[in-house]
């Protein structure tokens, strides 16, 4: 069974740049997609962005596109979430995902959370 750790968050302020980390264990499906969700308070969660483990093709919500950057390394299991330019409506707990389709929700595994927050 595969199994999520996620890590990097943190408190920053509006403009900078954080990295998320999601280390991932046991046996990783090649259709299986990885990605991040998030929930700020009182919201939903709302998906952020994914990547095919076998393609390496990428999602993103249109909220964070062209700050936020995606990536895989299958050598190391690990997928990390690249964050730029930072805005205090990025906070959130960011959640690591695996399953079909992080981006409909199709979800099999979830990590534990990381909270990021971005002062103005």
């Known amino acids: 069974q595969v199994q999520l750790v996620d890590s990097g968050g943190g408190e920053v302020q509006a403009g900078d740049s954080l990295t998320l980390s999601c280390a991932i264990s046991?046996?990783?499906?090649?259709?299986?997609?990885i990605g991040w969700t998030r929930q700020a308070p009182g919201k939903k969660r709302e998906f952020v962005a994914d990547?095919?483990?076998?393609?390496?093709?990428?999602n993103y919500a249109d909220s964070v596109k062209g700050r936020f950057a995606i990536s895989r390394d299958n050598t190391k299991n690990t997928m990390t979430l690249q964050m730029n330019s930072l805005k205090p409506e990025d906070t959130a707990v960011y959640y690591c995902?695996?399953?079909?389709?992080?981006?409909?929700?199709?979800?099999?595994?979830w990590g534990q959370g990381t909270q990021v927050t971005v002062s103005p």
């Open positions: 995902a695996a399953g079909l389709s992080p981006r409909s929700g199709a979800i099999d595994v």
């Open positions: 046991g046996h990783i499906y090649s259709y299986y997609v």
């Open positions: 990547i095919s483990w076998n393609s390496g093709s990428t």
